[in-house]
């Protein structure tokens, strides 16, 4: 089992900043893709960002050049640095992580109003 402990969301402004945290515990050694998801009010999850153990990372083509995923394997933690926020970056941010199953956060909050 991994547990994945989620930090960071809140309300900013548009054109602001905000950095997600994201820490996994448990069966850790497992994992092997970490990334985010966000869902906004009906629409369906979607895939922000991720990063492999070896740091080959894929993005939203939304979020390109804005947002950037990294991770500690040391710390078993995965960052999501967003910054120019827009409005349509509202959601509820999910961390994931996927090594024998999907593991999946209980999500934080980013809302993105002046």
């Known amino acids: 089992q991994v547990q994945l402990a989620e930090s960071g969301g809140g309300l900013v402004q548009p054109g602001g900043s905000l950095r997600l945290s994201c820490a996994a515990s448990?069966?850790?050694?497992?994992?092997?893709?970490m990334g985010w998801y966000r869902q906004a009010p009906g629409k369906h999850r979607e895939l922000v960002a991720r990063?492999?153990?070896?740091?080959?990372?894929n993005y939203a083509d939304s979020v390109k050049g804005r947002f950037t995923i990294s991770r500690d394997n040391s710390k078993n933690t995965v960052h999501l640095q967003m910054n120019n926020l827009e409005p349509e970056d509202t959601a509820v941010y999910y961390c994931?992580?996927?090594?024998?199953?999907?593991?999946w956060g209980q999500g934080t909050q980013v809302t993105v109003s002046s």
């Open positions: 994931n992580a996927l090594g024998s199953a999907a593991y």
């Open positions: 448990g069966s850790i050694f497992s994992l092997l893709v």
């Open positions: 990063i492999t153990k070896g740091g080959t990372t």
